[in-house]
Structure formats: structure tokens, C-alpha cells
């Protein structure tokens, strides 16, 4: 954690990974990693239900790829593109922006995979405006930044090795049950009392919502005047939706899930419906009105019966709570001015007590880079904990 893992991999030979992967990777665990849901990996190189990929299919490459390759491929998404899967981002006369995988075209119009898109959307000619093709990969940089280790990457570069030199057949031998993959839907969403809920929703639950949005749907869905860091997400002030903007529907994409945006399990029921009415509220009612659904008696009648409001939501933030011994590792930013980072940060606890660094009330941060000592303070709080792998904040450091 001293460093996004993706810097930290990019700074080893490419040879001397695959070396490792070959040596010390462990290709069933690799798949396992490859199919969840998280990794986003079997949304772009797996089709289902004769959908066309937006990436190749990676057991079918045989000679024409290299372990090399695959793993500079997971470290560089951008640097080689494979024919048949450049993007293009099309600008429409009527000012849409439209980026995907050019599936065919002629003189009348282009046929394109877009991400998170079931289908292939056709485009007249006479409807473009501008077509442009892209030098970056559907495949964002970063994504190895989830993984939690560097034996992971190696188990995802293992099987990637094995399922190219097997093919299909060993693909299908190594692909994982199910059940270590898949997110089970709650027994009590099946009784959710989905009218109440709606029907309660009032200035309390969009502050809820609104801290909610803030804390993590941001990231990727931005707000009104800044875009998120996920291109392909929804931006609510402005997109259509593509699984309905009815409250429901947005709760059911929340609940299980659609195109690039997997299930958020972490979330009760009242926690999906606050962010629901916050973004309601704050992008469809004053900047979106045409996906603003109405809300009235007839709409609350035709939602599924239910007697539940399910678990209440839970304030423990396990993140803060947890016992991660004596010391951290961490990039830490000291103050606020942005000139104090220990990018390779030890904190330690200087008090004794019981539950490690995170607890007590004095600390000291050691910067492993520079050999200094970056910090040393005392108080009842250790951290603030803003970072993706504690409160799921993107561009922030503790």
C-alpha cells in the first residue's frame, strides 16, 4: 500500500514478471480474480448471449500474442491496441458523443459496440458530425490498482498464460464455480416495501444521500460541472439512462448491477434510495428533467409489495476500526497545503494500548523514501481516512 500497485509493477522489467508469474503464480486462484465482478475483466473479453466482445477473446489468441505482451497489457492497456478494437468517439449532429468498438460500416452507416451497452448501436453517415480515432484503450489504465497484491497480478498473469496456450478447453477447465464470483442478491430484498421507502424519502434522507454521493459515486459519475474519472459512466446531469430513472430501476441497478457498474452490495435499502433521491433532486430535477420520472399514486401502485425496510445502516466504518498492528504503510499527506507527502509513509503508534496504529493518541510517520520523519502529532484521531482502499475516495491520500 506504499504505492498504487500499477506504479510499483511498471517500475519491474516486463520479463522479470512473467519470470514470476511462471514460477510463482497460481493460475485457478487467477481466474477466480478475472471473473469478479469488480475487475470488470469478463465485461469487455467475454461475450454472453451472442453479444460481440470489446475486447479479444483472450483464449483464442494462440501465436499471436506473447506472455510478454499479456503482461504488458495489464500495465499498458494503451500502448498496443489490437486491430479490430481501436476505438473511435463519434460526435453526432445533434452534439451526442459516442465512443466505442467499430463493428462494420458502408456509405450509409457505422455499426459500433459502445461499453455498457447491450447490443450494436447503428449510426447513419448523415448523422455524424465528426469520427475520430482514439489512441487509448477501452481498457483504462489502473485497474491492477484493485488488486490487493503483487501475488495477485501474478495469478491474473498465470491464467491469462494458460487459458492463451490452452485455448477454450482450458479456459472452461479453470473457469470458477459460480459461487466464488457471483454477488448473492439479500433474502430480504424479496420484501422490500418499495412504495413506503419511496414515499418517505424527504430532507434528511438527501443529506444522507448527498454524503453518500460524495464519499464515492462521485468518483466515477462526477457532478454538474466536473466529469467523473470514468468516462463511460452516467454523468446525471446531462445522459439518458440506459436501465430506467425511475426510482426502482435505479434501485435495481444499484441492487444488482448493469453494464460496467457492479452490484453495490455494501448498501441497506435506505442507503440506495437516499442516494437515489439525492440525485433526484440535485441533477435530474434542476439540470435533467426529460429522466425525471413522476412519482405519484399510480406509479407507487404498480411497484412490487413488500413489508421490509430491511437492515438499518450500519456507521461502523471498518476501515477505522480495524487492528493493523503497531505501524501503516501508506501514503500520507501531512496538512493540507500539499507539500508534505511521505509517498512511503510508516506511522507508527508511540503509545501502548490495545488495537494497534489506528487506535491510542500518538503517532510518528517515518517517510521510508527520504529517511525523514514526515510527521509526529498527538490527539484522539489517527487519520482522516480519504483514500480508495479505506473510504473509497479517488485522487485523496490520508
Known amino acids: 500500500m506504499s504505492q498504487p500497485m500499477e506504479s510499483a509493477l511498471r517500475a519491474e522489467p516486463i520479463a522479470g514478471l512473467v519470470a514470476d508469474a511462471q514460477a510463482g503464480g497460481d493460475a485457478a486462484r487467477g481466474a477466480v480474480l478475472f471473473h469478479q465482478g469488480y475487475l470488470t475483466c469478463t465485461q469487455c473479453h467475454m461475450a454472453s448471449d451472442g453479444q460481440s466482445q470489446l475486447g479479444p477473446k483472450l483464449s483464442e489468441l494462440g501465436n499471436e500474442t506473447t506472455q510478454l505482451h499479456l503482461v504488458e497489457s ?52 448523415g448523422d455524424i458530425d465528426t469520427l475520430e480515432q482514439s489512441d487509448r484503450s477501452l481498457m483504462p489504465d489502473g485497474l491492477v490498482n484493485l488488486l490487493s497484491s503483487r501475488q495477485q497480478f501474478l495469478d491474473i498473469c498465470k491464467y491469462l498464460f494458460e487459458i492463451a496456450e490452452g485455448g477454450p478447453e482450458r479456459e ?10 457471483a454477488a448473492t442478491i439479500p433474502e430480504y430484498e424479496s420484501d422490500i416495501d418499495h412504495a413506503g421507502m419511496i414515499s418517505s424519502l424527504d430532507d434528511e434522507s438527501y443529506k444522507r ?25 452516467l454523468a446525471f446531469a446531462s ?45 435530474l430535477k ?53 507539500k508534505n507527502f511521505a509517498y512511503k509513509g510508516i506511522a507508527v503508534r508511540l503509545d501502548a494500548g490495545p488495537g494497534g496504529v489506528a487506535h491510542g493518541n500518538s503517532w510518528i510517520i517515518f517517510d521510508h523514501d527520504t529517511m525523514r520523519v514526515a510527521a509526529a502529532w498527538t490527539g484522539d484521531g489517527f487519520i482522516d481516512w480519504n483514500g480508495i482502499h479505506f473510504n473509497g475516495r479517488h485522487g485523496i491520500h490520508p
Open 74 to 125: 495489464l500495465l499498458f492497456p494503451s500502448k498496443v491496441i489490437r486491430k479490430g478494437f481501436e476505438p473511435v468517439a463519434i460526435t453526432t449532429t445533434d452534439g451526442q458523443v459516442k465512443t466505442g468498438i467499430v463493428e462494420s460500416k458502408n456509405d450509409t452507416e457505422i455499426r459500433i459496440r459502445i461499453p455498457g451497452e447491450s447490443g450494436i448501436q447503428s449510426i447513419s453517415v
Open 172 to 181: 472452461r477447465e479453470l473457469k470458477p464455480a459460480r459461487s466464488l464470483y
Open 209 to 233: 444521500g448527498a454524503k453518500i454521493y460524495n464519499r464515492l459515486c462521485i468518483n466515477c459519475h462526477g457532478t454538474v460541472d466536473k466529469p467523473g474519472s470514468l468516462p463511460t459512466s
Open 239 to 283: 445522459g439518458k439512462f440506459k436501465n430506467g430513472s425511475d426510482p426502482f430501476s435505479m434501485y435495481q441497478t444499484l441492487t444488482r448491477g448493469y453494464g460496467m457498474m457492479v452490484a453495490q452490495s455494501w448498501m441497506v435499502p435506505q442507503q440506495k434510495y437516499d442516494v437515489i433521491h439525492y440525485v433526484r433532486e440535485a441533477y
Open 286 to 338: 434542476p439540470h435533467n428533467q426529460s429522466q425525471l420520472v413522476n412519482v405519484d399514486d399510480t406509479y407507487l401502485a404498480s411497484l412490487p409489495k413488500g413489508n421490509s425496510r430491511g437492515p438499518e445502516p450500519s456507521n461502523i466504518e471498518p476501515w477505522s476500526q480495524m487492528d493493523y498492528g503497531p505501524s501503516l504503510v501508506n501514503t500520507y499527506e501531512v496538512g493540507n497545503d500539499g
